[in-house]
């Protein structure tokens, strides 16, 4: 048996570190198609009518104003490019994109080298699935004093002339001020009432509780948006799982431990306030909730985070001894 000392200060520095690492969710930026969470405009798809509508489904994605189309069976759909060139088609053999086309180069729809500068068209296709998605710059935005406007994106359905049409507007920004010093009085105010109450274990734990709060109204709002992506989804899933994790330690620990679950309830809101502040500077809130509830719950998030952090700290480093038999007077067993 080998016997190996551990001071409590060493071991309540490896509970907060190894809570706070437990605690910080995973990047899910691989799995986001738009990892926007806030925007300032809104557009919407006019309903395909007629040969259109029987050949196609079609989506505008508000995150990124993306267009999505997938193919009916028995058409066959070409879109027409910036310079009215053919750059996209659809039909039983799948997804083919020209390679002569710049409109498809710089929707980066053909895989690299494959564009040519060769007259006529070239279809390369890229799918068996007909079907796709894709930036195009006539849904982007509004020009500079513009509040609204009108995009139009032509097609040939089964050799006819259409088009997808459609509408964008801008909505206004919110007060960014007002939301920035709402979160900072807030935060000031929660930060000092627990420093001067640090002793005091509830007043630690119902501020770990209301930024575990937060952070939990704030996942879930973004992830039952019907915009919400997968990675939008499994980032929130992580969100409050670590949030489920973080109150069961905060419950169930004593001394060190329930000190730990406070700052890291606390380091968890900062970060996902962090990722969604975005939703304080701009008009449209891809959540579920009214956007002026989706902000409450980020401002409070990141102030009452911040406040748990550092009052949990400042109760760490200011008591030598937060409970011996939590620690287990210092001493870890080894066999």
Not at 35 to 58: I, N
Not at 138 to 165: C, F, N, Y
Not at 186 to 211: N, T, W
Not at 230 to 253: H, P, R, W, Y
Request: proline share 4%; glycine share 12%.
């Amino acid at each position: 048996m080998v016997v190996v000392a551990v001071r409590p200060t060493m071991l309540r520095s490896l509970v907060v570190i190894g809570l706070a690492a437990l605690l910080a969710p995973p990047s899910a930026s691989a799995h986001v198609r738009s990892g926007r969470v806030a925007a300032d405009y809104e557009a919407r798809m006019l309903p395909l009518r007629g040969r259109l509508g029987a050949s196609l489904q079609a989506r505008i994605y508000q995150g990124d104003r993306a267009l999505r189309l997938t193919l009916r069976g028995g058409h066959s759909v070409v879109v027409l490019g910036y310079l009215d060139e053919p750059f996209l088609r659809l039909d039983s053999l799948g997804r083919a994109a020209n390679a002569a086309s710049p409109t498809a180069a710089s929707a980066k729809l053909l895989n690299k080298g494959r564009a040519t500068s060769a007259p006529g068209v070239h279809w390369v296709v890229q799918s068996t699935r007909a079907a796709v998605v894709w930036h195009d710059a006539r849904t982007r935005g509004l020009a500079p004093g513009v509040k609204r406007g009108r995009w139009r994106v032509p097609v040939i359905v089964d050799g006819s002339p259409a088009a997808l049409e459609g509408e964008i507007w801008r909505v206004p920004r919110p007060s960014a001020s007002v939301w920035l010093g709402l979160t900072a009085v807030l935060g000031a105010a929660l930060l000092v009432l627990s420093i001067v109450r640090r002793h005091d274990e509830p007043v630690l734990a119902a501020l770990a509780v209301i930024a575990a709060s937060a952070t939990a109204v704030t996942a879930l709002g973004f992830a039952l948006d019907s915009n919400a992506s997968g990675g939008t989804l499994l980032a929130s899933a992580d969100e409050l799982l670590f949030v489920a994790i973080g109150l069961a330690i905060l419950m169930k620990g004593r001394g060190s431990w329930m000190i730990g679950a406070v700052i890291g309830l606390g380091f968890l809101a900062i970060f996902v306030a962090a990722t969604k502040g975005a939703a304080l500077f701009h008009g449209v809130v891809f959540s579920a909730l009214p956007a002026g509830v989706a902000r409450a719950a980020i401002a409070v998030g990141f102030a009452s985070g911040f406040a748990a952090v550092c009052a949990g700290g400042v109760r760490l480093l200011g008591s030598p001894r937060l409970s011996g038999s939590d620690l287990g007077a210092g001493r870890t067993s080894l066999e």
